[in-house]
């Protein structure tokens, strides 16, 4: 290696490709992917056909419906196999990108392995708790029914709780995975052709948004199987089927469990390795961005993976376990409320909606193909994208349309399927508009960011007031269309013509649970343009640190763009379903409680002293999450800075290429400070809900209030809710305005690169960084969470 | 003059007093003002004695405790008098001293003017508004009963919303007359010693301090005695005294809507000037801060008493206004519901608390004297402040004990008044811990800004980072305060052994009312350490600008440092009670509505879809106008940089003291933009309640849901308050400690004054100004405006 460097010329910079190969430290593919890679396809086919058979005597046993969603997840699995192998077989490149690739490989996949070892660990004391308080927890009338006593009703938790954690590691696990493969192959495809580089990366990303939504798809629908087989639901003397739901709420709380603190670690991780590279190499040493000179260029290029990938895959998969559980527990109450004669339509109805998903989503996939049509000229990879967002969007209101005349059509109400497909057309609007306003804000061919950008020319200050400004505004457009759509989707269901016994309407919430369901019927779409964005940035990084020649650059670097905005667009999408399935489960968990208390629980009357404080309380806790999540950054960072400082001076060697710098221990650094990081707001995120629950149950207990630990908990989440939409958006927003308003003046508006105006572009960028990326994406995990904790863990506030 | 210039030395800066004579653009004193003061002190008392004779005779038809109120207040304006004698009797110092100090009194006097001009014709406006929906409205059946109609309630309600709003005005006026009399005084004691340039300082602001609590007691208990009087209350067939307070709430709103526009306005005219003259004069052209050649420094100047001491004024004036109403409205209540034989101590409590403050306040202002004790060393200023606040807060333990004892004993419940005791101590408590923390995270002597410095020294972006954890971090202890205040006053107030007729007790809301009255009840204290802040900058910039020696602006330095302290520390206790005045008001509010629906209004039920989007609504509303405020510094601080960069082009002898800039035109630009910036925010503040209130109602009018339009309103006021709190206290504090961060790098940390790490902290100063000084005390009036608009525009929700 050192022949080959010094053998060199030494001549300028951009002369000649400059890297250190062996960039490895060392190899590892976890044992069940070897497996499975490595396997015949006849014996995979046959060991498929065994899963389908146990699979389908169960779904078969239980409902036609679940034979249906197994058949789609399991078809659409064999599609993401396809496309694996689609993705696989592409080249690597020349070997300096091979070596590249295989240092962010071995650094994502170690960070990995530490951060989800940590996490287990936590899960699984988390799971001993949750045992221990269902044990002594008092049980519901409608499971001492069914003969469920304590220990069943705890292990049946226990189990969910740890199957949604595992669901959601796998998720994360498999988001990263494909993105470290892809990664490379984006990169060497671009030397070729800019639409096979799409192609390559929308595949990539495919895969793994098929595997996730599939996966929550699946998860749920064996978990609702097992128990109506186990528990015999539905025959006399058993528990009813419209109650089953709500033994799933553990499923919903482990994957947002997990969620919480992937996306935080994997957040603070990409962000302080980022920050902490710039600073030193960029600003100090004046040397490039992803300059394989800087140590902390490989932690920054892991980042992505472990931030945005392995994070946004869990992300997206506890909103799809949260909103599907939500809503049959929803449909279930309603179907019971009103007698329908068969409520598993109503019941198993989100699950049908995501199998749809899956279908149409890979169809949108599949229309972004490798080879232009003849004659046509070359187009933008964002109106590609967009394209296949529209086919899938069309095909969507299509099938969701179907869905709810097959399963909510009831000769009770004959016309209230209509209705509800209405509801899931609003929500499938709202989530277009959604996407709409984010990009308006964020992108720079809009007046938002090119106001922000000539703030920036008075100066860091001004640039970093605008932003703010601008951040804070754009909260107000998504809040009007959200309050729009919940209160047009529960008129709807309202007006459904479903009532119950006493012939007062309800459908009302089920209407905004159909909504939600539409927000999200085009998830796997969206996921893979999320998806598509770390990957293209990454092999951008892999381009620029191998020195490829300018126009594969060129090529990287617009789809980078691309994947920007596809990101800051998403996360528009992923808040807006976070607050509609929030306040479902904040439905759910008022059922819960009075299910387990004995008593009514309808309402929550915030004039009530202790109620209103346990409000205030939920604010505050968004805003402290925030602050945390954000100083933990800052605190890595610094760490980042000292040790890159530390090798340029140890190694002065490095800036001529004569010593490899030490990435490893900068991936080291970065690893186990994000990991010691994100522990704190974590506990905050967790302990506190609990804790407000158990000292105003005590409180309650001495002033003769019962349910005032309960009541107060719902207070709490219901204002964390909304605070957290507020903040979500502001953070997001601000950050992904920032970040373009640097590209704006990039492309050379204000004096461009290198001018002062620039520098206060920069400025804004690194302080957007963890408010987008780490702070931002972690309180949409953080409203899911807080929805399902309060639910799993309501027998502590009763 | 210009002989003046021509004739002098040219030698370097420092070397000789450099400024332009004749700043003054033309002399202003309101007519009457100009009366009372060329009164003969004969006249004077002659005219005072008639003026009691005439109150005095209405108090004593109405309770011999409102004639206790009026010669306190009385006595107190008395005192205020004395001391504007005695500040004005001191002299103005060298010419040059006296001529800036015209200029910056022409200039805010000339905004003040134009302002309040804008101001009362919208309050006009609004007036006419409220007597059209009044007269059109229901009357309640107490009103019925009371045989007033709604001609006699409108009436009412528009009188007390003008008198509000005038009074409001007063305040403002006298806050800003004064400080531009004692800045120039201030500068000049400062040449002969410290103690004597504190005590001027701290007697002007007394003065105000008096004069706006006093009017706001007098102005509540003037009008209450009116109405008394007038209506024949509690003869036979008319209203009952309980009754008696809601017909004031007009006061209130009118009081703020006046400071909400005075805030705005003054804030967003001090911080665009600011933000603008540092911007061309500090780094563009590199002269010192308060320069006379910079074109801006007059506006910047004139700033600080339009926006800190006139909008704070105002703020305070409306602040105690808004607490006294709604605890007397509370008492009423309470006092009926237990059948209190004499319910008049309790619907009086407040003003008797006020009346002690203005007393005991008066004691600590004047415990602070000229001349230390022989033989002891020199004081710091912030020691001398806080003994006087600790002077005046044991004082308030007393005597608020006493007024306990004397008005809330009742033999229904022998010990209820030592439990209201107890409240008004969590109260007193409440606002000493919330200065405490406020001064822990604001002051560099504590961690967290010398942890905001050290950021500073990686960077701008991340000194932004570091200030904004900071600031989100330091909402979490005073909401944690406010919250076990607000419970622990509850139970101190519910157990205190008064019962309604269903032995139901009922003194919970009614002790939260007490801890309120405690924590504002050393508030003209609090008031007077607030304007001493901004006198003594305003003194510190007279002495940079007349070019006094080095020993003279040591000393009004370090007044300037201290004062910064007590401004940001006074934010939270302004912030605090805004918060529990809100809760009261709240309650309030459902009294009302419930009222004049004719139907029970018990409860805000957040789980009703609609009232959970008013919650979203509120919350939302909150973080727009913190938007609105912050964008509209930054837009109207680029016009100044245009203005002042035309000026140094067109009028090149500027830099060398050969031709004087036109202070004028900045200032008249600066005025009019942000009377112009004002009206946006201002507007959503006060027409979205109203609009989302309407909206509802004609919802839930064709949803067949009565009460919907008032439910969302509830939701949305409470919502809003939250999130207000949590804003504000974000805002101030981080502004705070952005700017005693780069206070602390200037004393040498970290390379001090001029390093790169300066710069850093510069930036994070100019960011946290509009935070600070604009959206943040904004956000304080805002709150318990939302509060009295929804109590004043019920009608239209109804």
Redesign the interface.
């Known amino acids: 290696m050192m022949d080959d460097i010094e053998n060199g010329s030494m001549g300028p910079y951009q002369d000649r490709p400059r890297t250190f190969p062996d960039m490895r430290t060392k190899p590892y593919t976890p044992l069940v992917f070897r497996l499975i890679m490595g396997l015949n396809t006849r014996v995979l086919f046959i060991l498929m056909l065994f899963a389908f058979g146990i699979i389908f005597y169960v779904g078969a046993k239980t409902s036609p419906i679940i034979v249906f969603v197994f058949s789609v997840c399991i078809a659409s699995f064999l599609l993401s196999i396809y496309l694996t192998k689609w993705v696989l077989a592409k080249d690597e490149g020349p070997p300096e990108m091979a070596q590249i690739s295989y240092a962010i490989r071995d650094g994502a996949e170690g960070f990995f392995r530490t951060q989800y070892g940590t996490i287990s660990k936590m899960a699984l004391l988390l799971a001993v708790v949750i045992l221990g308080i269902y044990l002594f927890r008092n049980t519901t009338p409608q499971q001492e029914s069914a003969g469920i006593g304590s220990t069943a009703s705890a292990f049946i938790t226990v189990i969910a709780f740890l199957l949604g954690a595992l669901c959601s590691g796998i998720a994360g696990y498999v988001g990263m995975w494909v993105s470290v493969r892809a990664n490379v192959r984006v990169s060497s495809a671009a030397r070729r052709s800019a639409r096979e580089a799409l192609q390559v990366a929308v595949r990539a990303g495919g895969f793994s948004a098929l595997i996730v939504v599939g996966m929550a798809v699946l998860g749920v629908a064996v978990l609702y199987a097992t128990f109506y087989v186990w528990l015999g639901v539905d025959s006399p003397g058993s528990m009813k089927v419209t109650d089953l739901p709500l033994l799933l709420v553990g499923y919903g709380f482990g994957a947002s469990f997990v969620a919480l603190f992937a996306q935080l670690g994997g957040g603070i991780y990409t962000k302080a390795a980022d ?1 902490g590279a710039d ?1 030193v190499g960029k ?1 100090e040493q004046g040397i490039p961005e992803d300059d394989p000179r800087n140590p902390a260029v490989i932690a920054d290029l892991v980042g992505d993976n472990v931030g945005d990938c392995a994070a946004r895959g869990a992300d997206l998969f506890e909103s799809i376990a949260a909103e599907i559980i939500s809503a049959m527990i929803l449909g279930g109450t309603m179907a019971q409320q009103c007698k329908i004669e068969d409520p598993s339509g109503f019941i198993l109805f989100p699950l049908v909606v995501h199998s749809f998903d899956l279908v149409i989503s890979s169809v949108g996939i599949f229309s972004i193909r490798s080879t232009r049509e003849v004659g046509k000229p070359v187009e933008d990879p964002m109106k590609v994208l967009e394209k296949g967002y529209s086919v899938t969007i069309v095909l969507a209101v299509l099938t969701f349309g179907a869905s709810t005349r097959w399963l909510l059509y009831t000769e009770q109400a004959p016309s209230a399927w209509l209705n509800f497909a209405l509801c899931g057309l609003v929500g499938i609007i709202t989530s277009y508009i959604f996407v709409w306003i984010s990009k308006y804000y964020t992108d720079y061919k809009h007046q938002p960011v090119r106001t922000l950008a000539l ?1 920036s020319s ?5 640039n ?3 932003g ?6 754009s ?2 457009l998504p ?2 269309v ?2 729009v759509a ?2 047009s989707a ?2 709807l269901g ?1 007006t459904s013509g479903l009532v119950d016994e006493a012939g007062k309407p309800t459908g ?2 089920f209407g ?1 649970a159909v909504a939600t369901m539409g927000m999200l019927s085009t998830a796997a779409y969206v996921l893979t343009m999320d998806m598509f964005g770390p990957i293209a940035d990454n092999a951008g990084g892999i381009v620029e640190m191998s020195q490829q020649p300018e126009s594969v650059r060129e090529i990287t670097d617009v789809l980078d763009a691309v994947g920007n905005t596809t990101k800051a667009t998403t996360k528009g999408f992923a808040i807006g379903s976070a607050a509609l399935a929030s ?1 479902l489960l ?2 759910a968990y ?1 059922d819960e409680v009075a299910a387990f208390a004995h008593l009514p629980f ?6 009530i ?2 109620v ?2 346990g ?3 939920g ?2 806790l968004i ?2 999450f ?3 999540a ?2 933990a ?2 605190r890595t ?2 760490e980042v ?1 000292n040790e890159v400082r530390r090798q340029f001076i140890e190694r002065p060697g490095i800036m001529d290429y004569k010593e490899k710098p030490d990435y490893g221990r900068c991936v080291a650094i970065v690893a186990s400070a994000s990991l010691r990081e994100m522990i704190k707001p974590g506990a905050l995120a967790i302990i506190s809900p609990i804790a407000v629950g158990f000292v105003f149950r005590i ?1 309650g207990h001495y ?1 003769g209030h019962p349910l005032l630990g309960a009541k107060v908990v ?2 709490m989440l ?2 964390a809710t ?2 957290g ?2 903040m979500a958006l ?1 953070l997001n927003t601000a950050g992904g305005a920032w970040d373009n308003a640097k590209k704006y003046i990039e492309t050379g508006a204000y004096g461009g690169k290198g001018s002062d105006c620039h520098k206060a572009a ?2 804004g ?3 957007g960084d ?1 408010f987008k990326d780490t702070a931002g994406p972690s309180i949409h995990v953080l409203i899911k969470m807080l929805a399902t904790i309060t639910l799993v863990m309501a027998p502590v506030f009763l």
């Open positions: 920050v600073l600003v703030a008075t100066g860091h200050g001004t970093i007031i605008a703010v400004s601008l951040g804070l505004e909260t107000a809040v009007l959200i309050s919940i209160i529960f008129w309202q009302g919430l905004t306040f904040f439905s008022m309808k309402e929550v009357d915030i004039a002293p202790e209103f404080v409000g205030l309380l604010s505050m805003f402290l925030s602050a945390w954000c100083s950054v800052g960072a610094q800075v409180l002033t719902a207070a219901m204002f909304v605070s939409i507020l502001f920069v400025t960028d690194t302080v963890p």
